[in-house]
């Protein structure tokens, strides 16, 4: 079973500050981690993925997270906060089930920047 | 071109009422999916198909019936609609997994309103 824990459901940064959102999961098997944004009225859009290999992931727009297995959490981060950034932002974590891979979503933090 | 798309955008129906929900993605993925997001934006799949066979079924009322023509589309029927169904509705694709870390492409939603 897998489950992934997000810690506070809004954050509200200033422009040009740190960006934390937080994501805890939990697997039993090697996990897929991914952070996915969502704009107003839209669809789910990929801002990062890791699978194997290095552990600090960069995705676009700036975002990076890491992955800490001892502590089992993908933190996003972003060094500058931008306006453009004011989203809903959704970890998730999958294992492969050989033919699909079932992703199992946290419940979201919505960003919102101000100036 | 669209990766992968939903129609309608929009649903807006009576309660009792049959409708469907069609996707159609042009990635050449073989696996899809179908997932609901409540009004707590809090996401949960529904079902993934992989090459037109089911393999993912969570728990889902069988009023729900998805069904894939070929493995470019997947559609889903949901019969006799209730309030609780309202929701957006998301596909999405991705190849076998294995092959891609898992990553899954989502379409823009449709969001069902039941009256």
């Known amino acids: 079973a897998q489950s992934v824990t997000q810690l506070g459901s809004h954050v509200s940064v200033s422009e040009g500050a740190l960006v934390l959102l937080r994501c805890n999961y939990s697997?039993?098997?090697?996990?897929?981690l991914f952070w996915y944004v969502q704009y107003p009225n839209q669809g789910l859009q990929l801002l990062l993925k890791?699978?194997?290999?290095?552990?600090l992931v960069k995705g676009i727009n700036g975002f990076e997270a890491e992955f800490k297995k001892s502590e089992t959490s993908f933190h996003l981060t972003k060094p500058s906060a931008h306006m453009s950034d004011a989203a809903e932002y959704f970890c998730?974590?999958?294992?492969?089930?050989?033919?699909?891979?079932?992703?199992?979503f946290g419940t979201g933090t919505r960003l919102q920047v101000t100036l | 071109d669209t990766a992968v798309s939903q129609t309608p955008k929009y649903l807006v129906t009576q309660m009792g009422n049959d409708k469907s929900i069609k996707c159609e993605q042009n990635?050449?993925?073989?696996?899809m999916y179908w997932y609901k997001q409540d009004s707590k934006k809090f996401l949960k799949i529904m079902f993934s198909?992989?090459?037109?066979?089911?393999?993912i079924n969570e728990t889902v009322p069988n009023r729900f019936s998805p069904k894939s023509p070929d493995k470019a589309h997947l559609n889903l029927h949901i019969n006799s609609l209730e309030l609780g169904d309202s929701a957006v509705y998301f596909c999405?694709?991705?190849?076998?997994?294995?092959?891609?870390?898992?990553?899954?492409?989502f379409g823009p939603g449709t969001r069902l309103t039941v009256t």
């Open positions: 999405a694709s991705s190849q076998s997994a294995g092959t891609s870390g898992g990553r899954q492409y």
């Open positions: 890791y699978t194997t290999g290095a552990t």
């Open positions: 998730a974590v999958s294992g492969d089930t050989g033919t699909a891979s079932k992703l199992t």
């Open positions: 990635l050449g993925h073989d696996t």
């Open positions: 697997s039993s098997v090697p996990p897929y």
């Open positions: 198909y992989n090459n037109k066979e089911l393999i």
